[in-house]
């Protein structure tokens, strides 16, 4: 089988096309493959041999984009073994196979029914094979080929990142590069110019050029200002077939935008400038502004001013508003109208970032002269000082003149002034001015100790203005004057040990005075001369403004008197003197040996006897207790019915009562004790005792012989058992205390009741050294010879 093929791949070819229609002769190119075995078709004996394979390949080729009426020829199919007798049947099968691409089986020829676009898809792969129409038997095998869609010039180029967005610096050099445009073409490179593009400029000339091969963009001018032309926009142009007449193109367009250097010096745009300042100006305030134009933009249009020289330098001052790029002008100083009228300045503005690049078109500064004019304003009147110090002594008299105050007009009417104090309306009015003259002079007495400064706000308005007013702030001190005694300097607490000794300081004393002494306060301490000489204490000026209290005698005692009184005088060191006289309060303490208070409390002591407080009131509080027992005990034998005692055949009969002292436990004489152990008797008797009861008693030999074994303390503790858990029995004072005291020590007695009725020279002071058990036998000794001694 051979394929013929009548794809045409130039318009020259148009003439072989049809020849090859009409004709049936083309040029084609034959693939010969052999087998080494092949198998008989109907199943028959294999026979080996090499025969020659019979498929005739041509590649077929189909134009896109075909628009006739009818189908486009593609190619013929023809088997050696098709005798042109109708019995040869061709079958395609493969891609668009039967849609795209339809056969004539008997011919074996082969079209396209739809137009084919080569961007889409390249190429199809079919099948093609020739069988016996009689048998169905294929006479060859199966085969592949493949039909190419082949290339017309049907894309134009485009730019795919378009439009584009640039900057370049102004001032660049010419051929500088800008910007790299690519344009793609969808046709196939491979095959003619179809995809073969070249770049041309449109709009930017003269500024701009293109490179028509790489895309690339380029200056075209030396020294491009962006202060006469900033945008520019270019549109640029491409076109495939080598730029040939009928070749197809497409455009962007690329804005590119000159960005800014520092190319251009700041300029005023002014010479020569006025400006008004009025004399009524604050100093620091804004008086004006002024500024230099920058045909840069950005940090390239950054300046700062300065004063270079002028006669104001000193009075104006100039800063940069690095917002709106102003000259701010600032006053340093107040102005005076009537002193001076006006002042030059020369001030400079000069770039901040410079670009050496462009030096020689310098220098990048300004400079210009700028005059100010003082304007004259209706000032308030002025005050010879900005605030006033006075003194006056206190105690002065209402009307007492404390100074002067003076404020002029400063204009040049020199109009009058008058003055007046400002008082708040809470504030005490302690002075007051001559509107005239300005003098102040006290309305009230004026104490030092309660106010020594007072603060006052004086002002000044002129007559034919009283609406301008100045404000002095007048402080004035108050001198000191010696009118306040000294006094101690605070209540104090004194105490003189029992055991002091004479000439002993038991304490120090200081003054203080409310007056203000310039050289430092003296005081002098001293006893009242017209009082008689103090037996027990006595005074002493240290000479620094303290006093120490001294003991003149030995030893106090509490019991005889605990408190003492000491007047004092004290005196200061002013002119005139003053003095002030005090009472100091004087305790008598128990001290230990180390000078430390142990106790102030009185104690009553007993001189006769010898006996302590707290022997007293243990005392009275034995009386008080055995005085209750009493009332207790008649209270009881009331509220009984019948006594205690039964009968005389009772068994406590034998219970004798004794007003001296038994011997104890030892002494068993006296009473018979087997008269408490009587258990049968407690067994009988559970009802209440405050009553008769009907008990019989046994024979007094029999209960003995029953009741020897039992044991005493077991007898009252069940009594005790049943008396804790009857709820029925009544209170009833059957308590009996037995106690054994001992035997009779053969020590004699040590009681010191007796030794103070003796008269005695021994000195006790050794006992307060015998410790802590022997320090109240040590008071009571101390007492008693303190007592001889007075």
Not at 126 to 133: F, G, T, V
Not at 375 to 399: Q, T
Request: net charge negative; glycine share 6%; charged share 25%.
């Amino acid at each position: 089988m051979k394929i013929t093929s009548t794809s045409c791949i130039c318009p020259v070819l148009v003439c072989l096309c049809f020849v090859q229609r009409c004709y049936g002769t083309a040029q084609h190119s034959s693939i010969k493959g052999t087998r080494n075995q092949t198998k008989h078709i109907e199943g028959e004996t294999e026979v080996h041999h090499r025969p020659k394979r019979g498929w005739v390949w041509n590649q077929f080729f189909v134009l896109e984009e075909h628009m006739g009426p009818d189908p486009q020829y593609v190619g013929k199919l023809h088997s050696n073994s098709d005798k042109g007798d109708g019995s040869v049947k061709y079958i395609l099968t493969g891609e668009g196979a039967g849609t795209i691409f339809i056969i004539d089986d008997t011919t074996g020829d082969i079209h396209s029914t739809k137009s084919l676009d080569r961007e889409q898809k390249t190429h199809y792969v079919l099948h093609a094979q020739a069988i016996d129409r009689r048998t169905n038997k294929p006479l060859e095998p199966e085969s592949e080929f493949i039909i190419k869609v082949q290339d017309i010039n049907d894309n134009a180029p485009k730019f795919t990142d378009g439009p584009y967005i640039v900057t370049v610096p102004e001032m660049s050099d010419m051929g500088t590069s800008v910007l790299q445009v690519t344009a793609t073409d969808a046709d196939d490179p491979t095959y003619g110019n179809s995809a073969r593009v070249v770049y041309s400029i449109l709009q930017g000339q003269p500024y701009f050029s293109v490179d028509p091969k790489t895309g690339v963009i380029r200056t075209a001018l030396h020294n491009m200002d962006r202060e006469a032309r900033e945008h520019y926009s270019v549109v640029i142009q491409a076109k495939d077939m080598a730029g040939q007449v009928g070749g197809l193109s497409g455009s962007t367009t690329v804005n590119i935008t000159l960005t800014d250097v520092n190319d251009n010096p700041p300029r005023f745009p002014q010479k020569h400038y006025q400006l008004y300042v009025p004399e009524s100006a604050q100093v620091g305030s804004a008086v004006g502004k002024i500024k230099a134009n920058d045909a840069d933009t950005g940090s390239n249009a950054d300046m700062t001013y300065s004063i270079i020289n002028g006669d104001g330098v000193g009075i104006f001052s100039i800063s940069t508003d690095k917002e709106t790029r102003e000259g701010i002008l600032s006053l340093k100083k107040p102005l005076n109208y009537e002193k001076k009228k006006s002042y030059t300045l020369n001030i400079e503005g000069a770039n901040t970032h410079l670009d050496f690049r462009f030096s020689h078109l310098g220098p990048f500064k300004d400079a210009t002269m700028l005059k100010i004019i003082v304007g004259d304003v209706d000032e308030p009147p002025l005050f010879s000082m900005p605030s006033y110090v006075m003194e006056v002594y206190e105690n002065a008299k209402i009307g007492t003149v404390v100074g002067t105050v003076l404020a002029q007009d400063p204009d040049s009417a020199n109009s009058l002034v008058r003055y007046f104090i400002d008082y708040n309306a809470e504030d005490d009015r302690f002075f007051n001015i001559d509107a005239n003259t300005g003098t102040i002079k006290t309305t009230k007495v004026l104490d030092r100790e309660e106010t020594p400064w007072y603060n006052i706000t004086v002002a000044a308005s002129e007559n034919d203005n009283p609406s301008l007013l100045s404000h002095v702030t007048v402080v004035i001190r108050v001198l000191d004057v010696n009118d306040n005694p000294p006094e101690l300097a605070r209540e104090y607490d004194i105490v003189v040990c029992e055991n002091s000794k004479p000439g002993q300081v038991i304490h120090t004393i200081s003054a203080t005075d409310k007056d203000d002494f310039a050289n430092g306060q003296k005081f002098n301490f001293f006893l009242d001369e017209h009082l008689s000489i103090n037996p027990n204490f006595t005074l002493k000026d240290n000479e620094d403004n303290t006093a120490s209290i001294l003991t003149r005698r030995r030893r106090f005692s509490r019991t005889i008197q605990d408190v003492y009184y000491l007047p004092i005088m004290i005196s200061d060191g002013g002119i005139p003197s003053l003095s002030s006289s005090s009472t100091l309060t004087i305790r008598v303490c128990a001290c230990e040996r180390d000078g430390r208070v142990r106790t102030c409390r009185a104690e009553a002591v007993l001189s006769s006897a010898g006996l302590s407080t707290g022997a007293l009131i243990a005392i009275l509080l034995c009386v008080v207790i055995l005085l209750a027992i009493v009332v207790l005990f008649i209270t009881l034998r009331r509220s009984k019915k019948e006594p205690l005692i039964i009968s005389e055949e009772d068994v406590r009969e034998n219970v004798v009562t004794y007003d001296d002292e038994g011997g104890g436990e030892e002494d068993t004489e006296a009473f018979d004790i087997t008269a408490l152990r009587n258990p049968s008797a407690a067994e009988e008797l559970k009802h209440r005792r405050d009553i008769r009861p009907e008990v019989k008693l046994t024979p007094r030999h029999q209960t003995f012989s029953t009741l020897e074994s039992i044991d005493v303390q077991e007898f009252i503790k069940q009594r005790l058992a049943e008396a804790d858990l009857d709820p029925s029995v009544p209170p009833y004072d059957s308590l009996q205390t037995y106690a054994y005291e001992g035997q009779r020590s053969e020590a004699g007695s040590i009681s010191s009741l007796d030794s103070a009725a003796t008269q005695s020279d021994q000195d006790y002071q050794y006992l307060g050294d015998w410790g802590p058990e022997f320090k109240k036998l040590a008071e009571l000794y101390g007492e008693i010879e303190s007592e001889r001694t007075t």
